[in-house]
């Protein structure tokens, strides 16, 4: 069952990990513009057309009809590839790169 916890939340976008039973399948994020939405998803490269329309279904019956159930549009850019990592200027934790260590590798 695909399931989607929050990560980030602001005024007009929000993003999400894609779940699939526990399993990290992908990533969307939202930005409310207006009467449309617009949606980032990224998933595996391996994921096949049926697989990215059943996570498009979901991001919009479980998300963008909960944000807006009037919108005129929901627009989905997809990317399909692998995680390469998380990225900030803080000292890095276990699966944190700072900026910092980035010429270091």
């Given at each position: 069952?695909?399931?989607?916890?929050?990560?980030?939340?602001?005024?007009?976008?929000?993003?999400?990990?894609?779940?699939?039973?526990?399993?990290?399948?992908?990533?969307?994020?939202?930005?409310?513009?207006?009467?449309?939405?617009?949606?980032?998803?990224?998933?595996?490269?391996?994921?096949?057309?049926?697989?990215?329309?059943?996570?498009?279904?979901a991001v919009d019956e479980q998300l963008?009809?909960?944000?807006?159930?009037f919108r005129e549009d929901f627009i989905?850019?997809?990317?399909?590839?692998?995680?390469a990592g998380v990225y900030g200027d803080?000292?890095?934790?276990?699966?944190?790169?700072?900026?910092?260590?980035?010429?270091?590798?």
């Open positions: 069952m695909i399931s989607f916890d929050r990560e980030v939340r602001t005024p007009h976008s929000e993003t999400y990990t894609i779940l699939d039973d526990g399993e990290i399948v992908g990533r969307v994020d939202l930005h409310l513009q207006g009467p449309n939405i617009h949606a980032t998803l990224c998933t595996t490269p391996d994921a096949s057309d049926d697989r990215v329309r059943e996570l498009i279904d963008a009809m909960t944000a807006d159930p989905v850019t997809v990317w399909k590839g692998v995680p803080a000292e890095a934790g276990d699966d944190t790169i700072s900026l910092g260590e980035l010429g270091e590798r």
